[in-house]
């Protein structure tokens, strides 16, 4: 057996820096990973997946060159070099990480797949068979989650891509079939038309992006028709089989009608993004007493600790917001606690985030359907990205710009930015909310001129109640 002061299992953005900082502060640590250091966010999510959009919007740039008066002739999609780029930054962050954990006295990286043979006992199966046994009084739980699988009929019999393996291939696709209306699946429709590719999304539910606004998620649906995607809204897949020429069938209809309306999609490829399962099933977490909830995420409270005292969960593993910037303010949290006697907790975080199509949308707080369902006393601005100069002047006017605001306290409660760099102006909201801001400070500030900044004056301005 072999003891230390803390073990983590899973090597995401929230274990990675705890295990530096704990034995920082003079414990013995061991981080155990299962098969790449970084976690989803550098080596399958975030850091590839970014790449790729980035070469995809220079690839409708391109296309786009005469609107810009500049001519380009035909453009043509090299996916191999997309690949090669993709791959090369993804080596280069796994590297750095690997690097400053092997620098880091007191951590010992132990490559291995973990599983619980006690309350606080794990078992370590290294690639070559090997096997160790290490034993902590904290535990810290960072395994993640991966794409999950949808009980369709014939599903399993045909190939399928998911978000990993679709940024692997070496060809553009013909026909790339999607299900799935989320982020996932929204980022890698629009990056592969922008490819090349013809794109159909089936979507389950009404609207794209269900947790958004019905105006903001239809403004979304817009810039993806013009884009050129087919998009099947309120449709669910009833069975899927193979075709000739290794296609792919899927059997559509609209949803609630039973067997009336079928129709057949064929397409060359299927990417199936329709949510993720988290990284627990494997870890033999009976032995601990840690229960998980029915789709197996491990609940943790506002101190990210689980019912077992000791034992801990961060990031994507515990349901919730699966981001990896709040992964690493989960290890914040734990670490301003365990080593600095702190009081942090989850309680009250705002959880901003983007989605990463063009243009993205950056969103923040609540949306105006939450804060009506709340019973707030509200007013909300809007208005189009079409009335911002600077949007005009990159001929990048598509979207709209949304705020929530607190009738009474005049502190914004949210905001929805589609628009070019939406994100980036989301942050803006965000920093305003976290100082408490009345929306008048931003209607009133003075702005560089031209900037996207700069809307934020008129946003407000279009303020209604």
Excluded at 58 to 83: E, H, I, N
Excluded at 317 to 326: L, Y
Excluded at 353 to 373: C, M
Aim: charged fraction near 20%; charge should be neutral.
């Amino acid at each position: 057996m072999e003891r230390y002061d803390a073990i983590l299992i899973g090597s995401g953005q929230g274990a990675n820096p705890l295990a530096t900082s704990l034995a920082g502060a003079g414990w013995k640590v061991a981080l155990v990973e299962r098969e790449h250091v970084g976690g989803t966010c550098i080596n399958e999510g975030c850091t590839p997946s970014k790449t790729m959009v980035a070469s995809a919007r220079v690839a409708y740039l391109a296309r786009r060159g005469a609107d810009y008066g500049v001519r380009t002739g035909p453009v043509s999609v090299d996916l191999t070099r997309v690949r090669e780029r993709k791959r090369a930054i993804v080596d280069s962050f796994r590297g750095g990480s690997e690097r400053r954990l092997e620098r880091a006295t007191g951590v010992n990286l132990i490559m291995g797949a973990a599983r619980f043979t006690g309350p606080k006992v794990v078992e370590v199966r290294a690639p070559d068979g090997a096997l160790r046994r290490l034993s902590a009084e904290h535990v810290f739980l960072n395994t993640g989650a991966r794409p999950a699988r949808p009980p369709i009929p014939g599903l399993d019999g045909i190939p399928t891509l998911d978000s990993t393996t679709i940024m692997e291939l070496g060809t553009v696709p013909e026909h790339l079939l999607v299900l799935g209306g989320g982020c996932v699946g929204l980022e890698f429709g629009q990056m592969f038309r922008r490819f090349g590719s013809r794109v159909t999304i089936v979507q389950r539910s009404g609207q794209l992006l269900t947790r958004e606004d019905a105006d903001v998620a239809g403004a979304v649906a817009d810039v993806l028709r013009q884009d050129g995607i087919e998009l099947a809204l309120e449709t669910e897949a009833v069975r899927a089989a193979p075709a000739d020429g290794g296609r792919v069938c899927l059997v559509v209809r609209p949803r609630g009608q039973g067997d009336g309306g079928e129709r057949i999609l064929s397409g060359s490829h299927l990417l199936v993004a329709s949510g993720r399962t988290p990284n627990t099933d494997g870890l033999n977490l009976e032995a601990t007493g840690v229960k998980t909830d029915e789709q197996g995420f491990i609940p943790a409270g506002e101190g990210l600790e689980t019912a077992v005292p000791g034992i801990y969960a961060l990031g994507d593993v515990k349901g919730g917001p699966a981001f990896t910037h709040i992964s690493y303010d989960d290890y914040r949290i734990v670490e301003a606690n365990l080593l600095h006697g702190g009081q942090s907790s989850t309680a009250g975080r705002l959880v901003p985030y983007t989605v990463f199509i063009d243009p993205q949308l950056g969103r923040v707080g609540l949306t105006e359907s939450e804060a009506r369902r709340q019973g707030r006393g509200i007013k909300v601005a809007r208005m189009p990205m079409s009335a911002v100069a600077r949007a005009l002047e990159m001929d990048e006017p598509r979207g709209l710009m949304k705020a929530v605001v607190d009738a009474a306290s005049e502190e914004i409660l949210g905001a929805a930015v589609l628009g070019i760099e939406g994100g980036e102006l989301m942050s803006m909201f965000q920093i305003a909310m976290m100082g408490h801001l009345p929306y008048t400070a931003l209607r009133d500030a003075v702005f560089a001129h031209p900037t996207l900044a700069e809307s934020l004056n008129n946003l407000f301005a279009t303020l209604e109640g």
